[in-house]
Structure formats: structure tokens, C-alpha cells
């Protein structure tokens, strides 16, 4: 049964920065695209950051400059560096990974969640 376990959450001052870890079993990571969403307290699911198959990486803009998604093939894990974070970025971090054609073959983690304060 396919895993998708994320890491690395926590509580940081503005302006720090984490760095969150997904980590997956039972799948061919090879085969899959994989994302980071947030969602923050009273607000809808969003994509922070995704990246395909073949390393092409696409950010929502309100991260973009901050935040870095790369895969670690060999480790079966996506990573999400995320620097100079803002209050805004508080919320539980979700990591999914969807297969490249079947779409439907998508799972998600648990979260984690990311605080951020003054």
C-alpha cells in the first residue's frame, strides 16, 4: 500500500526558515509528480509547490523567491525548502504524490504543520 509520510514541520520566528521532507513507499517515485499544499486556518487547500517527473518546477507566487521543491530520487523523497517565511505562511503542509498518466493513482500525507510568528 502506497505511503506518503511528511517530516520537518515546526514553529519559526519571521524571517527563519524549515524544511519539510516527504518521504514515499510502495510507488515508483520515478512515475510520480509531486506537491506541496497548505492550508491555513479557514481557507481552501492550496498548491505551494509541485514538481514533475522530469524535474520541472512551478511555484505559486506568493513563494516564489522563498521556497525551493526538489526530488531525491534516490531517496524516494521530495524536499521543500522554505526560507524568509512570513506569518502568511502558517498552515498544515500536505504532500501529494500523483501518478504522471493515471491521475487517479494520487495520495497524500497526513500534514505538517508550519507556524510562523513575530
Known amino acids: 500500500q502506497a505511503q506518503v509520510v511528511e517530516s520537518g514541520g515546526g514553529s519559526v520566528q519571521i524571517g527563519g526558515s524549515l524544511r519539510l521532507s516527504c518521504t514515499t513507499s510502495e510507488i515508483i517515485f520515478s512515475n510520480y509528480e509531486m506537491a506541496w499544499y497548505r492550508q491555513a486556518p479557514g481557507k481552501q487547500r492550496e498548491m505551494v509547490a509541485i514538481i514533475s517527473t522530469d524535474n520541472s518546477m512551478s511555484y505559486v507566487d506568493s513563494v516564489k523567491g522563498r521556497f525551493t521543491i526538489w526530488r531525491d530520487s534516490g531517496k524516494d523523497t521530495v524536499h521543500l525548502q522554505m526560507n524568509t517565511l512570513k506569518v502568511e505562511d502558517t498552515g498544515v503542509y500536505y504532500c501529494?504524490?500523483?501518478?504522471?498518466?493515471?491521475?487517479?493513482?494520487?495520495?497524500w500525507g497526513q500534514g505538517t504543520q508550519v507556524t510562523v510568528s513575530s
Open positions: 501529494n504524490a500523483v501518478h504522471r498518466f493515471y491521475r487517479s493513482n494520487s495520495y
